[in-house]
């Protein structure tokens, strides 16, 4: 436990709306990623950020912004979900170890999201 | 197409029986992890491998990395019950913000 959560953890939502998922941590993290599981697909990037208002784009970032105003908080938002976005969402973190290395990554616990 | 090629996609075992998941990459990787998924919840860390030819073991379970780098193996002893879940490999492109690309899974069934 990295202490990381996810708010939602379920959501169900109509095509067209607006959707925002907030990934918390309690450890002053630099790194934050939100990842998306298909079945099929397995683990996919759509974003992720290296420190407060830095962020940048992953694999599947279409239909995807992210907003880092705070260490704590990295914010997931669909402005206009789709169906094609019904997925589970994962946010993770990486400790940064001194001198520039890195270590694994953290999940959180998910947040089952269904587009009608 | 998939950075990571995992195998089997799926697996049913009995319980006692020992197992073996590949991963397979075509490119040199810099770091290799092992993480373990519980139907409907988050990953869990496993483990590292970083350098050629390495092996780490964590109570039943024994991860290999290939001399080239490109190929590892995650091995259950005797497997349990509680072994059951999906397995799945990352690895680190290596770059600027220590982005992870994972395989596709293995589904282990584990029937007691």
């Known amino acids: 436990d990295a202490g990381i959560t996810q708010s939602p953890r379920h959501k169900v939502t109509e095509t067209g709306t607006p959707v925002t998922l907030r990934c918390h941590q309690t450890e002053n993290h630099r790194y934050m990623y939100w990842y998306r599981q298909d079945p099929g697909h397995g683990l996919r990037l759509i974003h992720y950020?290296?420190?407060?208002?830095?962020?940048d784009k992953g694999e599947v970032s279409d239909g995807y912004s992210v907003s880092r105003s705070k260490t704590e908080d990295f914010l997931l938002t669909l402005e206009s979900a789709t169906s094609s976005q019904t997925s589970v969402y994962f946010c993770?973190?990486?400790?940064?170890?001194?001198?520039?290395?890195?270590?694994?990554?953290?999940f959180g616990p998910g947040t089952r999201l269904t587009v009608l | 197409s998939q950075e990571l090629e995992q195998s089997p996609q799926s697996l049913i075992v009995q319980e006692g029986k020992n197992l073996t998941i590949n991963c397979t990459s075509s490119k040199t990787l810099y770091g290799l992890y092992w993480y373990k998924q519980k139907y409907g919840e988050g990953l869990i860390f496993l483990m590292m491998l970083q350098k050629g030819g390495e092996e780490k073991s964590h109570e039943k379970i024994t991860a290999k990395l290939d001399e080239k780098k490109q190929q590892s193996s995650l091995h259950i002893t005797a497997s349990q019950p509680s072994h059951a879940g999906i397995y799945l490999c990352g690895a680190d492109r290596g770059n600027t913000g220590n982005q992870f690309y994972f395989g596709t899974g293995t589904s282990l069934t584990v029937i007691p």
């Open positions: 993770a973190i990486t400790p940064e170890l001194g001198s520039g290395a890195y270590n694994e990554q953290f």
């Open positions: 950020s290296y420190g407060v208002k830095d962020t």
